[in-house]
């Protein structure tokens, strides 16, 4: 098969979704950032890409190219895509909703010093999991490897997001125990992580 002849169907609607959800992805952290903290205390760090990311990206992008070329019969399950398109979209607005509820409070580097303005959010997506910024995220990342049909990326990217957010939670709750004490261990043990097998 011609490999430019990919980019006219299957594959062609398969990458463009895929290079759209992560520019809105990014683009949107970055601008949602700027307006909730202002220009000067965001950086491009705030973009949220970085080297190991970048990484798994293209190794996903090259499993999609061979998997295309040697087994293209396994692309064509277009109801397991569009389902990768729907968990894009479901991870996103959850990851929105948890920026927009918490606003100023959702900083995309763990805060150790407890500032003045900081409140405890529990309400409205906090309501229903602690962690809807991580939990929106997963279930993003894994969507996009779903989108591809990657078997590869899919289950690569749901062990090491998740291993992630294992370790990052418990670091993150150390210091809002610190900060928030008994109030947020009454929080922790009626609302649930978000992230599955994490308390
Ligand atoms: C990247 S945000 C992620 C927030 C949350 N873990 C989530 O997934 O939606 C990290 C910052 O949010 C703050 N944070 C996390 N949960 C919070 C809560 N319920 N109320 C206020 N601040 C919170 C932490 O102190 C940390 O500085």
Redesign the pocket.
């Known amino acids: 098969m011609p490999i430019m002849d990919m980019f006219y169907n299957t594959a062609g609607r398969q990458l463009s979704e895929m290079f759209l959800a992560i520019c809105f992805f990014h683009t949107s952290e970055y601008f949602l950032a700027v307006t909730i903290h202002g220009k000067k205390n965001v950086t491009l760090n705030s973009l949220l890409i970085s080297k190991h990311y970048v990484l798994a990206m293209l190794f996903s992008l090259l499993e999609y190219l061979v998997e295309y070329l040697f087994f293209p019969g396994l692309k064509e399950y277009s109801w397991l895509s569009n389902l990768g398109l729907a968990l894009v979209l479901i991870g996103e607005i959850i ?1 929105k909703m ?2 927009l509820t ?1 606003g100023r ?8 010093h407890h500032e003045e303005h ?5 309400d409205g ?2 309501s229903f ?9 997963l279930i993003w990342s894994v969507g996009t490897q779903i989108i591809l049909i990657n078997p590869i990326s899919t289950v690569a990217f749901a062990l090491v997001v998740w291993r992630f ?1 294992a370790g ?2 418990p670091y ?2 150390n ?2 125990r610190r ?2 004490g008994n109030e ?1 261990g009454r ?1 922790a043990q009626r609302v649930p992580s ?1 992230i599955p097998f994490v308390k």
């Open positions: 990851r948890a920026i918490a409070a959702f900083t995309h580097l763990i805060k150790i900081h409140n405890l959010v529990t997506i906090y999991v602690r962690h809807p910024g991580y939990c929106g995220f957010f990052r939670i993150e709750e210091y809002l900060f928030f947020y929080y978000g």
